[in-house]
């Protein structure tokens, strides 16, 4: 990535590794387009949503994005609703027991083994 100074400038949400001072003019040159890749081990291909932020980038393939945004949609329901409990001080398990949106979780998914049970 170079001309830093102006992408932060522009608000442009941009992530990346590492800072160079070179562009790709006279050394770049395009292999292919629209074909899938593997990027830091994920596969990615045409029409996959890519989003980044300051935790991390994801990458969720086209057939499944309305699915994993509704599901994304609801678990940060759920985390608003427990985050004020738990800044008061409150156990996060207590916290989210008590959320809609928890228990609506709790009864979608598998439940786990706990320690020492046998399958």
Same mark, same amino acid.
């Given at each position: 990535?170079?001309?830093?100074?102006?992408?932060?400038?522009?608000?442009?949400? %941009?992530?990346?590794? $590492? !800072?160079?001072?070179?562009?790709? @003019?006279?050394?770049g040159k395009m292999m292919a387009m629209d074909v899938p890749i593997e990027c830091g081990g994920a596969p990615v291909a045409s029409g996959d949503l890519v989003f980044g932020d300051v935790d991390g980038v994801? %990458?969720?393939?086209? $057939? !499944?994005?309305?699915?994993?945004? @509704?599901?994304?949609?609801?678990?940060?329901?759920?985390?608003?609703?427990?985050?004020?409990?738990?800044?008061?001080?409150?156990?996060?398990?207590?916290?989210?027991?008590?959320?809609?949106?928890?228990?609506?979780?709790?009864?979608?998914?598998?439940?786990?083994?706990? @320690?020492?049970?046998?399958?």
């Amino acid at each position: 990535m170079r001309d830093v100074r102006h992408i932060r400038k522009m608000g442009l949400p %941009v992530f990346n590794g $590492g !800072i160079g001072p070179l562009d790709s @003019k006279g050394r770049g040159k395009m292999m292919a387009m629209d074909v899938p890749i593997e990027c830091g081990g994920a596969p990615v291909a045409s029409g996959d949503l890519v989003f980044g932020d300051v935790d991390g980038v994801v %990458v969720i393939p086209e $057939g !499944i994005t309305d699915k994993v945004i @509704k599901t994304a949609l609801e678990r940060i329901s759920g985390e608003n609703q427990t985050r004020p409990i738990s800044s008061k001080g409150s156990c996060f398990r207590r916290s989210t027991r008590d959320t809609a949106s928890f228990k609506r979780r709790q009864d979608q998914e598998p439940q786990s083994i706990n @320690k020492g049970e046998q399958g």
